[in-house]
Every structure is written in C-alpha cells, then in structure tokens.
C-alpha cells in the first residue's frame, strides 16, 4: 500500500532551482534512504513534505490514518522538563488511563450501589483492556530501552534537559520520536552524535520497525544496514533504485554505462546521416536533392537523447608530506586528563610507527577527541607524557573546526598555511576544493559546516604535514566527499591517527584499532573487519613485557573466578524472578477469572478484598519486571548468552 506519494514537486529560492518535477511513492514497510550532495534540497523536500514550506507546484500525498514523525536538526524538546519526564509525555495517554482506572478501583472499592459498582466494573475492565492493547504494562521498560540504546545512563535519566549539550538533546529528541512509532518515520541525519555502539541499536531498531522510514544520511554503512529503497537528488530532479546504498552505488553505475553508449550511439548515427545529407547536396542534382531532403526528414523524426548531465563536482584532495619521519612517530606514556570533579580517562599509553592508520574507538564521552587535543597541543594533560618521533610535522582537524578564525575570508584562512604559494597556485588549490570565483571571498562566519569542512581540510592538504590528526573528519561532508577524501588518505604517504564514527571510513582505512573505555586501552593489530571478527579482544597486550603479561594472566584467572561465581548469582537471581513472575501472573489471571463470577460481583467485600490484592500484585509484576531487565542487562554485559523470554502479561 502506498503511505506516501510525491508528484511533481517543483521548488526554487529566487533565480535558484532547488526541486524539479520530482515524483516518488513510498510503500508500507519502506526502508528509504534520501542521498545527494550538500545542497541537492533533501531537507527542504523534507520540509515541503511535513508542511513546513509549500512548493511552489505539485502535491503531496500521505495515506489517510497515516501519522508522520519528524526529526530534523532542532530538537523542539520542553526544556524545563528531565530526560524522563520528557519521554513520558510521549505516553500522556496512557498515565491518564492509570489515573482513571486508579479512581476507578477505589469507587469499586467504596461503592455500595450495585448498579454504580457494576457501571464502574464494565468501565474498569474495558479500560484495562484498551490500556494492556495499548502498551500500559511495558511503556516504562519501553523508554528505559530506548535511552540505553541511544547511549543515555540510568544515572541521567532524572538530568535537565537545560544541561544537555547539543548533540545529547538531538539523541534525545530521536528517542521521543521513535517512542512515539509514527506512521511514515522521517529522519534527517539522524547518525550525528551517535557513537558505534548507539549506532548499531538504532540499525537493529530501525530494521525491526514494521511502518515507514525515510532517511536523509551521508552515513554508507548505515544505509547498508538499514534501507530497502534508494532515491537520489540530483541536478534538481531524482531517480528511485531498489536496494540499498550499495546496490544503488552498482545500479548507477550500470545506468549511467547505458545512457551515455544510447546517446553516443545515436549521436553517431546522427553525425553519419548528416554527413550523407551535406555529401548529396554538394552533387546537387534532383535525386540527391531528395534523397538529402528524405534523409533530413528521418533525422528530424528521431526523439533525441539528452546528453548524460554532468555529475556534481567532487572536491580534489591529495594529501602529500613534504619530509619522511622517523619510524618512530608517537609514544605516550600514563597520559590522564581530569576536568574539576571529573576525571575523564588515566593511564593510557601507546606508541605509533610511521605508516600507521589509526583509529580511536569507544563511547561518546571517554575522551577520545579530548586526547587528540592534548597531543595535537590545544589541551594540557593532567599527568603523564607524550614524545613525538623524528621530522614529524604534524597536522590537526578539529571536529568543531575551532581552529577558523571567523574573521577571515577562505582565501586568507587557507593562505596562511603555505604564504609561499602565488596568488594564482592558492586560487587552484581551493578550486579543488570547490571554492570558485566571489566563493574564495566569503567570510568562514558565514560559511555552512560543509564549507568549513572543506576549508579546514585544504589548509591541512597545503600544510605538507606527514602525521595527521584527524578528529571527526567526515562530519558535515556528503558522500562523494567523503569518498574524495577516503581515496586522498588511502595513498597518504604518512601516518594517521583519528577519531571517527563512519564505519565505511574506518573500514575503509584502518590498519589497527584502538579501544578507548574507562580506563583502559585494547589494541587491535588489524583493521576494522579483524576488530569486528576478535570479539572486541586485543590481540597483544599494550605493556608486552613478560613481567606484565603473568601479571595479566593471574589477573585474568581471578578475574575469570570471580565472574563464574558472578554468572551463577545472576542465573539463580533471574530464574527466582522468573518463577515468582509466572506464579504472579496465574494469580491475576485466577483473580479477574473470580471478580468476573456472579457470585463474586454480589460479595461486595470479597470483591473489594479481590481489588486490592489485585492492585498489589501489578505493583508487584511491574517490580520484578524491572528487577527481570536489570538482571537480564547484566547477564549480557557480564557474558553473551540468549536471556530468556519473559511472557508480558497483565
């Protein structure tokens, strides 16, 4: 069935034409992915589609019933509220409902009118029956779900939302949406801020949800995993492929093929009747007159091809270190980093040998990008060292590209890496960058990430750096700049060291892996497939002395005891709750079948003793479901294994 359905969609700003003729429908159950280019009008069609903007022709239609979710990059949340408070009010609907069925069991447990008592009976179970259909047992463990997939803790759940940082509340705002389960689930960049982990919980929910999604991302690997249906923008018009982002990748490149061999076929055969034409008419008798004019007849009869539009320029990169280091590029040493009241990571320690790609993998907040400040010199460590090797000349991108100064223009921004190049040289090297005619004058300030995104990186190019670190380079940048760049540091003749969520960069790149969590570091001498396939172990210790490595032995063994006997207490605490559950709920199930008995109705105080046991044992169920989740969590955290299924009931 058809939920959404775009027709003829034309849309420009000014002389500008964003949008044009641009016709699409999607089907229930649709996983869509929305590409283009930085500037192609994705979140404007995005936009025209929610109602925020009217085309300026064309219709819009979304199936009647039909509820549509929007997540764009404001977050639109009630400041004033908590973390928990703000996702409750998703289920507004259902805390009335246990309000009133709450009134309702003291009427019934007050009321002596047997009329009154058997109206407030019917209305009592009718509404618990709408209440279980409709989620009241299992919304709590629902949001409690949601904000651990998307990386909050429990200990933030009672937070302000005044006192979130920008990219918590954009989380925030995701898990209200996807709480909500709209009809037709509109995302746009809904990766940003998300680190691995949270990003694999949003693929698994977003390929188990059963309605609509339609989703604008420069993120591959996400679309990979997630998308059915592929629709691109492209100078102003769009085409639909089936498949996700890679078989899209492989249909384009098979269309494209084909259009261009139909048009230089045609072009040819065109070339060779016209050369007939112009040979007939210089002998210019009567025959060749006609058949010139026969000829000019076909010509004209045939439906031209358009000439195969020309693609969206990339940007140019090649990353060229103007000296060889030593082979020896970075060792650090105990380095840790305290904020007031807040130690953020200790005791991290690794070295780094020329040629080396790099990545720093953990969860937001370990302090990744804070070490890439502390050894790029923008931070002060609060203990320990860090030496770099011989002729290192190193190159950093800020992931806030706070190294800008707004005040300049891109021209000078730039310039001032390499002051020895001609004026004409730096006028190149930015067109490379895309940056053509007025564009190399406009001021950083009002530049769009992308922008800045690529300014920061031709000044990195300019600065013949041979060890780079890279924080968070592909954000703000659109696929087939991402691609550009992947393909530049692919054959960079130095060594990197970044930090980044993209798995297809990091796939792409990566010959070893860092594992950054609390305090500790796993060091995965391989790329992102090996670090994938290995469990998240390291294949060597850090410290790989021998003194160390019995150390850690032992250490593994006590460690190993420990967590046998942990396993065993949590198994028998789980299967405990598991009985009681079961027992509780053939309790609640023998207590509805007694209060539905006609001789039970007329007993108003075995009634009433029915009700409040009843109104006990939910509170009760509803504890030992929690109790179920927390052992559960930590049963899979403590060793993968298949937690078995607890039956809701009611």
């Known amino acids: 069935m058809i939920i959404l359905a775009c027709s003829d969609i034309t849309m420009s700003f000014g002389t500008d034409k964003i949008l044009e003729n641009i016709t699409f429908n999607l089907q229930t159950e649709d996983k869509t992915g929305l590409i283009g280019v930085n500037g192609a009008g994705k979140s404007t069609l995005f936009r025209i589609i929610n109602g925020s903007i009217q085309p300026d022709s064309g219709n819009i239609f979304i199936s009647r019933g039909q509820k549509l979710g929007f997540l764009d990059q404001n977050s639109g949340l009630d400041t004033s509220n908590t973390i928990w408070n703000e996702m409750l009010s998703t289920f507004a609907h259902l805390i009335k409902m246990e309000e009133r069925l709450k009134n309702l069991e003291m009427l019934i447990s007050m009321e002596k009118d047997i009329d009154t008592l058997d109206s407030c009976m019917k209305e009592y179970d009718k509404l618990r029956e709408k209440y279980s259909r409709e989620g009241g047992y299992e919304y709590n463990s629902r949001v409690r779900g949601v904000l651990r997939g998307l990386g909050f803790d429990d200990n933030q759940f009672q937070l302000g939302i005044h006192t979130l940082s920008g990219g918590q509340k954009t989380r925030l705002a995701l898990a209200k949406l996807l709480l909500e389960e709209p009809d037709i689930l509109m995302l746009d960049e809904p990766t940003n801020h998300l680190d691995i982990n949270a990003l694999e919980w949003l693929e698994g929910f977003l390929k188990d949800y059963k309605k609509g999604v339609f989703i604008i991302s420069h993120d591959r690997y996400f679309l990979d995993a997630v998308t059915n249906k592929t629709i691109e923008l492209e100078n102003c018009f769009c085409k639909t492929y089936t498949g996700n982002y890679s078989e899209y990748v492989r249909q384009k490149a098979v269309d494209s093929e084909i259009r261009q061999k139909h048009f230089d076929l045609q072009q040819k055969e065109i070339a060779r009747m016209e050369a007939f034409i112009e040979q007939q008419r210089r002998w210019n008798r009567e025959k060749n007159i006609v058949a010139a004019e026969s000829r000019q007849k076909a010509i004209d009869r045939i439906v031209k091809l358009d000439a195969p539009k020309k693609l969206p320029d990339k940007i140019k990169i090649k990353f060229k270190s103007s000296m060889t280091s030593g082979n020896d590029v970075l060792s650090a040493e105990a380095l840790s980093k305290e904020f007031p009241g807040k130690p953020l990571f200790e005791n991290i320690s690794f070295e780094l040998k020329r040629n080396e790609k790099v990545f720093l993998l953990g969860p937001n907040g370990c302090g990744k990008s804070t070490l890439l400040k502390i050894l790029a010199g923008r931070l002060p460590q609060t203990s320990g060292t860090f030496e770099y090797g011989h002729k290192i000349i190193l190159g950093y991108y800020d992931q806030e590209l706070q190294d800008l100064d707004e005040n300049k223009t891109v021209l000078e921004e730039v310039w001032n890496s390499d002051e020895k190049l001609t004026h004409t040289q730096m006028r190149n090297a930015l067109a490379q960058f895309l940056f ?32 780079l670190l890279l924080d968070e380079p592909t954000n703000h940048l659109d696929i087939n700049s991402r691609e550009a760049l992947e393909e530049a540091l692919v054959s960079f003749d130095g060594t990197i060291l970044a930090v980044s969520h993209d798995r297809y960069f990091i796939r792409k790149l990566a010959t070893r892996i860092i594992e950054m969590s609390g305090n500790s570091l796993k060091d995965y001498k391989g790329d992102y497939t090996y670090y994938l396939e290995h469990g998240k172990k390291p294949e060597t210790p850090l410290d790989e002395s021998p003194e160390a490595f019995i150390s850690d032995s032992k250490l593994e063994r006590l460690e190993s005891k420990e967590e046998r006997s942990r396993r065993r207490r949590l198994e028998r605490l789980l299967t405990q709750n598991e009985d009681e559950i079961s027992r509780t709920e053939e309790r609640l199930t023998d207590i509805e079948s007694k209060m539905s008995g006609e001789e039970t109705q007329s007993d108003h105080v075995a009634l009433t003793a029915l009700l409040d046991e009843q109104t006990h044992l939910k509170s009760r169920l509803e504890e030992l479901y929690h109790e179920w989740e927390l052992y559960s969590d930590e ?16």
Not at 441 to 462: D, F, N, Q
Request: hydrophobic share 35%.
């Open 436 to 467: 053509t005619g007025e564009d190399v004058y406009k001021p950083v300030r009002i530049l769009s990430g992308g922008e800045k995104s690529r300014t920061a990186l031709a000044r990195l190019m300019l600065s013949g750096s041979n060890f």
């Open 635 to 650: 049963m899979q955290e403590r060793v993968p294994m298949i937690v078995p299924t607890v039956k809701q009931g009611n």
